[in-house]
Nanobody, 126 residues
Framework: QLQASGGGLVQAGGSLRLSCAAS????????MAWFRQAPGKEREFVAS????????YYADSVKGRFTLSRDNAKTSMYLQMNSLKAEDTGVYYC?????????????????????WGQGTLVTVSS
């Protein structure tokens, strides 16, 4: 199971750090990602970490502002969000692909992930 937290209301230009805690497993042998869903829109890719190769990928809209990381014990992953904009508003979901079977091109699609957190709401006021 995944439990996302850390969302809230923040002014444009501010920062938030989202957390995703794992229970029953670790983030050691999986691909992991953050997606978000704005009101009235489809869920979209934000960032991911690939188990094979250890690389992190970001949507163009968040590149340079958001950072995905995990703790050394691999029981939590994070999304540090800086320089937030009104268009970053939405419900943020953490997700894992375990075992890590999704091919590289599939990581941007929600169908590439097996387990999802419940979502945490981020509201950025302009």
């Amino acid at each position: 199971q995944l439990q996302a937290s850390g969302g809230g209301l923040v002014q444009a230009g501010g920062s938030l750090r989202l957390s995703c805690a794992a229970s029953g497993h670790t983030f050691g042998n999986c691909n992991m990602a953050w997606f978000r869903q704005a009101p009235g829109k489809e869920r979209e890719f934000v960032a991911s970490f690939r188990w094979s190769g250890g690389r992190t990928y970001y949507a163009d809209s968040v590149k340079g502002r958001f950072t995905l990381s995990r703790d050394n014990a691999k029981t939590s992953m994070y999304l540090q969000m800086n320089s937030l904009k009104a268009e970053d508003t939405g419900v943020y979901y953490c997700a894992v692909d375990m075992p890590p079977l999704t091919i590289l091109s599939g990581q941007y699609d929600t169908r590439g992930y097996d387990y999802w957190g419940q979502g945490t709401l981020v509201t950025v006021s302009s």
